[in-house]
């Protein structure tokens, strides 16, 4: 959910997406498989997931409306973090995700601006790293390098991984 989504915004997207089947699952249960290919949007009602990478949460998700499984189904390839239940959830499921968000292009513009939050905060974020190591030299200072190729690359191929510990699967 974006900072400028209000509860009349969370309502409207539970709205558009109230024709999607519930899915219950139990505290603990994994709902996406990091790695896993998929295409299934869920959009949380009620509960708390984590989201995890490689074994290290990233984001704690317990807002109604939170959108989960975007990312893999926009870029179609295979999850890039596991998603499982810290309490009892309900989610709203939509197992073709990339059908359900062109007819539902409202929830789709959601996706967008979702998405474009979270670059936007990694955009912040990359951008006090480079003030604090630009003049470094060494290892720290390739990490100006390495930032300045990852902001400024537009290309729609996305490699998970990394060139120093590179995704065996792809």
């Known amino acids: 959910m974006t900072p400028a989504c209000d509860n009349a915004c969370v309502s409207d997207l539970l709205a558009q997406c109230a024709e999607l089947p519930q899915r219950r699952s139990d505290a603990g249960s994994t709902i996406i498989e990091q790695g896993e290919v998929g295409g299934t949007v869920f959009v949380l009602v009620e509960g708390t997931v984590s989201i995890e990478r490689d074994d290290t949460v990233l984001a704690v998700l317990d807002t109604p409306g939170a959108?989960?499984?975007?990312?893999?189904?926009?870029?179609?390839?295979?999850?890039?973090?596991?998603?499982?239940?810290?309490?009892?959830?309900?989610?709203?499921?939509?197992?073709?995700?990339?059908?359900?968000?062109?007819?539902?292009p409202d929830v789709l513009l959601e996706v967008a601006r979702t998405l474009a939050t979270r670059l936007d905060n990694l955009t912040g974020h990359l951008v006090d790293?480079?003030?604090?190591?630009?003049?470094?030299?060494?290892?720290?200072?390739?990490?100006?390098?390495?930032?300045?190729?990852?902001?400024?690359?537009?290309?729609?191929?996305?490699?998970?991984?990394?060139?120093?510990?590179?995704?065996?699967?792809?």
């Open 67 to 104: 959108l989960i499984g975007e990312m893999s189904t926009v870029l179609q390839r295979p999850a890039s973090a596991s998603v499982r239940a810290v309490t009892d959830i309900t989610l709203l499921e939509a197992t073709d995700g990339a059908a359900f968000l062109r007819e539902h």
């Open 129 to 170: 790293v480079k003030r604090q190591y630009g003049n470094e030299t060494g290892h720290l200072g390739m990490l100006d390098d390495v930032l300045s190729s990852l902001m400024h690359h537009q290309g729609r191929q996305v490699s998970p991984g990394s060139a120093r510990l590179p995704d065996p699967e792809y």
